[in-house]
C-alpha cells in the first residue's frame, strides 16, 4: 500500500531493467566517480581554495584546527563534500532521467523570455502510458524551499493549461515522511487538481521507468561502477591522492603566510591572511571548487 494516496502511478510495472540501461547507469555512476577525482585532483595550493580565517579560527576547537595540515584538510574535505552534493541533483537529472525517456521540455529550448520565465519550474517531461507529464526535479526531501514552491504555485496552472500535459514533483530520494511541507503547501495552493502529484524515493523512480522495484536495480548498478572504479585505481586509492593534495595545500599554507616564524600557529595565520593586498588570491588562480560538474 502507498504510504499517501497517489494520482500519478504506472497501470503496467516490468520485473527487470534492460541489459542496457543496466550498463548506462554502471557507466555513468563510473564517469561520475571519474569527474569527482579529477575535481579532487585540482586543488593543490591554499590559493585555489574559499580560505576564511574568522571561521577557522572560530570553529579550530570543534574540529581540532592547530596546524596547517588540518586546516587543509578542513578546507579540502568542505568543498568535496559540497562538490558531492551539487554534483549529485545534476547527474540524476541529466545522466539518469534521459535513460528512461525523460527530456527537456521544447519550450526550455525557445528564445521567448517570457515563455522561460513561466516554463522555470520544469526541468524534464516524460510520456508516460499516454499522458504528458511535466516534472520539476528536486534531488532529496529538503531540497525544495519556500521560494521553489512559489514559482509551481504561480506558473504550474500555465503550464498545464497551455499544454494540457500533468505536472508533478519528481523527488529523487527519501520517504514521504522525511519531506519538508513544500510539496503539501504546493499541491493544497493549487486545490488538489487530478493534473498534480508529487511522487519521492521508490514511488518516483517506480513511475518514471515502469520497472517494479528499481531502486534495487540502480542499486546493484552502482555497486558494479565502484567496483570498476576500485579495480581501475586500486594502486592509488581515491583517499590516498586527497592526501597527497592535502599535503601540498599544507605546505602551500606555510609558505603562504610564513607559519614557521612564530609559535603562535592563528596568530600569525591571522596576521599574515589581513596584510597586504598581495595576499589575496590573483584574478583566475582560484578553482570553483563547489561549482556543479557539467
Not at 531493467?17 to 548506462?24: E, K, M, Q, R
Request: a negative charge; one cysteine or more; charged letters at 25%.
Amino acid at each position: 500500500m502507498p504510504v499517501r494516496p497517489r494520482r500519478f502511478a504506472r497501470q503496467n510495472l516490468a520485473d527487470a531493467l534492460s541489459p542496457g540501461v543496466h550498463s548506462a547507469i554502471v557507466r555513468e555512476t563510473d564517469s561520475l566517480l571519474e569527474r569527482r577525482l579529477a575535481k579532487a585532483n585540482e586543488v593543490t595550493d591554499i590559493r585555489q581554495t574559499n580560505f576564511n580565517p574568522f571561521l577557522l579560527l572560530i570553529t579550530s576547537p570543534v574540529y581540532n584546527i592547530f596546524s596547517p595540515y588540518e586546516v587543509a584538510e578542513r578546507l579540502q574535505l568542505g568543498s568535496s563534500f559540497h562538490g558531492d552534493d551539487t554534483s549529485f541533483g545534476r547527474f540524476a537529472e541529466e545522466k539518469i532521467l534521459p535513460l528512461f525517456g525523460a527530456a527537456l521540455p521544447a519550450q526550455k529550448d525557445r528564445l521567448n523570455r517570457a515563455l522561460a520565465a513561466v516554463w522555470e519550474p520544469i526541468d524534464r517531461s516524460m510520456e508516460i502510458e499516454g499522458h504528458t507529464y511535466m516534472m520539476s526535479i528536486k534531488a532529496g526531501p529538503w531540497t525544495m524551499n519556500q521560494s521553489h514552491a512559489n514559482g509551481m504555485i504561480e506558473k504550474f496552472p500555465t503550464v498545464h493549461a497551455s499544454t494540457g500535459a500533468r505536472c508533478m514533483i519528481g523527488i529523487t530520494y527519501g520517504r514521504y515522511a522525511d519531506l519538508n511541507n513544500k510539496p503539501a503547501l504546493v499541491e493544497a495552493s493549487l486545490g488538489h487538481p487530478d493534473w498534480f502529484d508529487y511522487l519521492v524515493g521508490k514511488d518516483f523512480w517506480e513511475f518514471v521507468s515502469g520497472v517494479r522495484d528499481v531502486h534495487v536495480h540502480i542499486f546493484k548498478a552502482i555497486r558494479e561502477a565502484q567496483a570498476q572504479f576500485a579495480e581501475r585505481h586500486r594502486d592509488e586509492t581515491f583517499h590516498e591522492r586527497l592526501i597527497r593534495n592535502r599535503l601540498d595545500i599544507a605546505a602551500s599554507l606555510r609558505r603562504k603566510f610564513d607559519l614557521d616564524k612564530e609559535d603562535d600557529f592563528w596568530e600569525t595565520l591571522f596576521n599574515n591572511a589581513f596584510e597586504g593586498g598581495d595576499e589575496l588570491p590573483q584574478a583566475g588562480a582560484a578553482a570553483d571548487l563547489d561549482t556543479p560538474e557539467q
